[in-house]
């Protein structure tokens, strides 16, 4: 059986697409088809349905997928690395927002880089779910972490951990709302304390975790638009610290400032407010021994950042 074929074969599996598995492969969307029709007919049966949007495979592509995928991952990874040079490190290409990333990810994974034999090289790169998950299912990344749950069999998704949103602001803030209208909710009812005129710091002008925490707390829209708008939840952090208003933070972000006293909870609800990080990988590719440590590893780590 022509190893071309299989590997795209496998390539439309992951895919779910014959356009997006051409892309990936660099043939034309014709030569994909010519090639599964090609190798249906060796087989003798269909290995595709095809549908309005993609394709789904048949039991019995199901099942040359999971025999023939981690060979060809592994012969892809002997083309990549070489014969010739057995110290160089493979390189593990990680994507995934910037704060975490920064502050989570990469502080865990650097224990893994280095020459023990087993190590490698790290790369990484920043961006929101989107753009995270769409350069992992092209091929640039080998690790994503997203807030989003990717669709498709293209893409396996491990639940990584629940991140807590608190809202804060600077003690001077707190100091001007009263001991009334901070802290602590009332019993069984959704109301909003008087924050109207407190100014709102946030990441994008769409207030994305000011407004999710309105709406998951008070039922209801944020008090005013974002008078400060900066792109990193650490600069956001930095302006609430320095007064600029209120912010609803990760609890990871800001737990050392809460502590010294440089920001306080403005809120402190029963059920907090929280958003969930998976890990995720292209299908099959846990069978190269990099990425399946980084994700082990990751996973682990983790189980502490909870």
């Not at 083309?79 to 920064?102: M, Q």
């Not at 990584?160 to 001077?172: F, G, K, N, T």
């Amino acid at each position: 059986m022509d190893l071309a074929l299989l590997r795209t074969f496998v390539t439309v599996h992951r895919a779910g697409s014959f356009t997006r598995a051409a892309a990936l492969l660099g043939l034309s969307q014709p030569a994909v088809t010519s090639q599964i029709r090609t190798l249906e007919r060796q087989l003798g049966r269909p290995l595709f349905l095809r549908q309005a949007r993609g394709v789904t495979p048949t039991t019995i592509g199901d099942e040359l997928a999971h025999k023939a995928a981690p060979h060809l991952d592994a012969l892809v990874e002997i083309t990549e690395t070489g014969l010739d040079d057995e110290s160089s490190l493979r390189t593990l290409h990680l994507a995934g927002p910037p704060e975490f990333t920064a502050e989570r990810a990469l502080p865990a994974l650097t224990q893994l880089t280095g020459e023990d034999g087993q190590g490698f090289a790290l790369r990484a790169s920043f961006g929101n779910a989107e753009e995270t998950l769409e350069g992992l299912a092209a091929g640039h990344h080998d690790l994503a972490i997203s807030t989003a749950r990717p669709r498709g069999a293209l893409l396996t998704a491990s639940t990584l951990c629940d991140e807590e949103h608190v809202l804060v602001a600077a003690p001077s803030w707190a100091d001007q709302l009263g001991p009334g209208e901070a802290v602590k909710p009332v019993p069984g009812v959704k109301r909003a304390p008087a924050f109207e005129d407190v100014p709102v710091v946030e990441v994008h002008e769409s207030l994305p975790f000011v407004s999710r925490y309105w709406a998951s707390v008070f039922d209801s829209r944020p008090p005013a638009p974002g008078t400060v708008v900066v792109p990193d939840l650490r600069a956001v952090l930095a302006c609430t610290v320095a007064g600029a208003g209120l912010a609803v933070l990760p609890r990871y972000l800001c737990a050392a400032a809460l502590e010294r006293g440089d920001v306080v909870a403005l809120h402190e609800p029963a059920v907090p407010p929280l958003r969930t990080y998976f890990l995720v990988v292209r299908t099959g590719t846990l069978a190269m021994p990099h990425i399946a440590r980084a994700h082990e590893w990751l996973l682990r780590a983790a189980a502490d950042w909870c």
